[in-house]
């Protein structure tokens, strides 16, 4: 379980650092992101709330991703987390 945490927050602080996702790329890294979380799962280890954020912000289609997050109401989704997503993906939220 230390190995899966170690790498887990390695990959949340490669995460942080992307600036800009295509379509495509934001397609990719949705299917990484759920692999993860399928190992951590696996294990019995909590997912972190960044990571389902970040994977449910960004396999959200762009054009309904602004509605995810105003339904939302930070019930489920960490707002930091989904605001920058929306930014990496440059879509407003106004």
């Not at 970040?54 to 959200?60: N, P, R, V």
Request: net charge negative.
């Amino acid at each position: 379980s230390q190995v899966a945490e170690g790498a887990t927050a390695l990959f949340m602080e490669q995460l942080r650092g992307i600036h800009y996702i295509t379509d495509r790329g934001a397609q990719q890294l949705a299917a990484d992101i759920e692999y993860l979380n399928n190992v951590l799962s696996a294990l019995s280890m909590p997912i972190p709330p960044f990571l389902s954020t970040f994977h449910a912000c960004i396999s959200t289609p762009r054009d309904q991703v602004r509605d995810l997050i105003k339904s939302d109401g930070g019930a489920q989704l960490d707002l930091p987390t989904a605001h920058l997503v929306s930014k990496i993906r440059r879509i407003s939220l106004e």
